[in-house]
């Protein structure tokens, strides 16, 4: 198998330190398989590896996957070839989740998802820990009845997935992830009003059942998951 390692030697890019540690620590090891919700899924949730109960999300633990993505050109569509994408994980619908790096090159790579229906990119997070902390909050702001996290005992599950990614967190991070899921569910009100920005999309239009308010959602997001980019940078991931 092709190691993480000879992946940036090829391609010239560095994986995030944090990146490796979760290889190293299992965290990437979701043992994906026939019959894996049956046989699998029930193991798997009494210790989560990466954002396990967030829909669709599966991580790409496969290398020569990781490798064939990269010279597919079809996974990259017209976003703008200056822009290196390394492919680390995919939902069901065909949407993936990229590192990306610019010609000008942060110290570490932000987090993009590739919308395959949409024909366009957005990016989600400054970094992988920004990620992580962003994925731990949306599973608890936007539930539904048949969402793998209320599979079995829903405070069991956000109890376990707490536990095995507080590590991956930075210590305000994890103290408001531990604040939000030590609450009991509660239904909001749906805003009336809605503001046009990067997390319209992630706003309910009818009330709802979750652990904090799309209100809390949107202050959180900015306090701990800033997205520094310029409206011109932004542009770059729309798919022309």
């Known amino acids: 198998m092709i190691t993480l390692q000879e992946i940036e030697q090829t391609y010239h890019f560095k994986y995030p330190t944090l990146y490796y540690q979760l ?44 490798i064939l993505l990269l010279k597919n050109s079809d996974s990259k569509k017209e976003i703008k070839s200056n822009y290196l994408l390394v492919p680390f994980a995919r939902e069901c619908a065909g949407d993936i989740y990229f590192f990306y790096n610019s010609e000008n090159s942060k110290p570490t790579p932000r987090v993009i998802k590739h919308w395959e229906d949409y024909g366009s990119a957005e990016i989600l997070a400054d970094n992988l820990q920004n990620f992580i902390f962003y994925g731990m909050l949306s599973m ?54 809605k503001k046009d920005n990067l997390l319209t999309a992630l706003i309910h239009y009818q009330d709802y059942t979750a652990l904090l308010s799309d209100e809390e959602f949107e202050e959180l997001m900015k306090e701990y998951n800033p997205i520094l ?9 729309l798919l022309e």
């Open 23 to 66: 290889w190293e620590d299992g965290m990437l090891d979701i043992r994906w398989q026939e019959g894996w919700w049956k046989n699998i899924f029930p193991e798997l949730k009494k210790n989560p590896p990466l954002l396990l109960f967030r829909e669709q999300f599966s991580v790409i633990e496969d290398t020569e996957e990781i």
């Open 140 to 193: 608890v702001h936007s539930i539904y009845t048949k969402a793998p996290i209320c599979l079995g005992d829903f405070y069991e599950n956000i109890a376990n997935l707490f536990r095995t990614h507080r590590p991956y967190l930075t210590e305000e991070q994890a103290e408001v992830i531990e604040k939000i899921y030590s609450r009991k569910l509660t239904t909001y009100k749906a805003i009336q009003v």
């Open 229 to 237: 980019v310029s409206e011109e940078e932004r542009h770059f991931f």
